[in-house]
């Protein structure tokens, strides 16, 4: 196990967090006079729990992890801010990121004045290993990797991935926010060998909670704590963990197969447009399209009422669309505007 204490900022390492008054009694009656909360029950005049117990008690046996070793945010780009604030001092630490990859790991690194050293992914997607350690100093404090990637929509191999860890002397981020939709397993099972491991998943994709906003966060106890004192005390409001335990109790391996079969069969019926040079495979609930004009067939699909990302002027994804399965309908009427591009009108 590495020091992982001497990685983390200063000033975060000797915090003393907030306390709340719900951290300081621990019981679930009584009467409660400690929160100058007004005391008429509407079901949300109280505070929420600040540690998510229920939530994460629920969340540890979907995932076979320890509830210290999870973190909740409002969405994985609060666990994505919170690495930067924690390990890196701004101004003097780095951090190194895939290119082309999720949009946040730049705005998180620019909101803390973090240099984000991005390193261009091969032209087949795969993981420049050996570019990515010569980018490292000793001021790399984070390493982002996002397996299934966005956009390319590709996994990184085991082997990789456990390659850096060995090697990169911060910690290693991998999101795997689009793990559900892959044939390769998540990385969870490799948190006991590194404690230099955060994995970020997310309620947002397979688990269809995008409007709640509940991002995770897995890593070491030691880690998680440092996730706990610096977040906002009550950073999941009550509704959010309530609904979220209620929808985790639904079983969504269904809706990821139909997700899956659907997958298959755009990539199928893209690949033989004219207008599409190559769909690319896809681990994810996404596609990656190279188009010979990504702009019409993006204004035309917007036109249809159909909207898909633009991709096309991301570095690594130029002439890109990146299309969401949708819907068995939703996917059909994308299908059919794609396939009416540029076909020649018949006159009678
Ligand atoms: C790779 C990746 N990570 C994280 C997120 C954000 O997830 P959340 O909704 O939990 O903030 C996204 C959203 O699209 C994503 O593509």
Redesign the pocket.
């Given at each position: 196990m590495k020091d992982i204490l001497s990685l983390v900022r200063p000033n975060i390492a000797s915090l003393s967090p907030y306390s709340t008054a719900r951290d300081e009694y621990k019981g679930d009656i009584g009467i409660f006079l400690d929160a100058n909360e007004n005391p008429f029950n509407n079901g949300y005049n109280r505070y929420p729990d600040p540690r998510q117990r229920a939530l994460k008690a629920r969340i540890s046996l979907l995932k076979g992890i320890a509830p210290e070793q999870i973190f909740i945010g409002n969405?994985?780009?609060?666990a994505?801010d919170l690495c930067f604030r924690i390990f890196c001092i701004p101004g003097t630490d780095n951090a190194i990121a895939i290119r082309p990859?999720?949009g946040?790991y730049r705005v998180a690194a620019d909101i803390n004045d973090v240099p984000l050293r991005e390193v261009p992914l091969n032209a087949d997607f795969s993981l420049p290993v050996d570019n990515l350690l010569d980018q490292t100093d000793e001021h790399s404090k984070l390493l982002f990797l996002?397996s299934p990637?966005?956009p390319t929509g590709n996994c990184f191999p085991l082997e990789q991935i456990t390659y850096l860890l060995n090697r990169f002397g911060g910690m290693v981020v991998v999101?795997e926010?689009?793990i559900d939709f892959a044939e390769q397993p998540s990385l969870l099972t490799l948190l006991d060998k590194y404690s230099n491991l955060i994995i970020?998943q997310?309620?947002?994709?397979a688990y269809g909670m995008?409007g709640l906003?509940?991002?995770l966060a897995f890593a070491a106890k030691e880690v998680m704590q440092l996730f706990a004192n610096v977040k906002y005390p009550y950073n999941i409001n009550l509704s959010a963990m309530e609904h979220a335990e209620r929808l985790l109790a639904r079983d969504v391996c269904s809706e990821v197969e139909i997700i899956k079969k659907e997958r298959m069969r755009i990539t199928k019926a893209l690949s033989t447009l004219p207008c599409v040079l190559r769909v690319y495979p896809s681990d994810a609930n996404f596609l990656l399209v190279k188009v010979t004009d990504a702009d019409r067939i993006y204004d035309q699909l917007i036109e249809g009422g159909v909207i898909v990302r633009n991709r096309s002027r991301v570095k690594g994804c130029e002439d890109c669309l990146r299309i969401t399965i949708g819907t068995p309908a939703e996917n059909d009427n994308m299908l059919s505007i794609v396939s009416a591009f540029n076909k020649p009108l018949i006159v009678k």
């Open positions: 969405g994985s780009d609060e994505i990859s999720y946040m996002c990637n966005n999101d926010a689009y970020l997310t309620l947002s994709k995008a906003r509940l991002g």
